[in-house]
C-alpha cells in the first residue's frame, strides 16, 4: 500500500493530512513573525511538538478505520 497514491483513498487522505499540516506550519511561522515574535515560536514549537504525535495517532486512526485487511 502506497499512503502517497492519489487514486486511492488511503492516499488522498495522505495528501490532505500534509497540506493540512502545511497551512499549520505556515501559520506558526508568521504567527512567530508577529510582534509575539519573543515567546511566539518557541511556544509555537512546543505546541507542534505536543499536537504533533496526537495528530498522527489520530491520522493513523482516521486512515485504517475499517479495513479488514
Known amino acids: ?5 492519489l487514486q486511492s483513498t488511503v492516499g ?5 493530512g500534509v497540506f493540512l499540516y502545511g497551512l ?3 501559520s ?3 504567527f512567530s513573525k508577529s510582534e509575539w515574535v519573543l515567546w511566539g515560536l518557541p511556544l ?7 499536537l504533533a504525535p496526537v ?4 491520522y493513523v486512526i482516521w486512515v485504517f478505520r475499517g479495513r479488514d485487511d
Open 55 to 58: 495528530c498522527l495517532m489520530l
Open 44 to 50: 509555537w514549537f512546543v505546541l507542534a511538538g505536543v
Open 24 to 26: 499549520l506550519w505556515l
Open 12 to 16: 488522498q487522505k495522505t495528501w490532505w
Open 28 to 30: 506558526g511561522v508568521w
Open 1 to 5: 500500500m502506497n499512503p502517497f497514491n
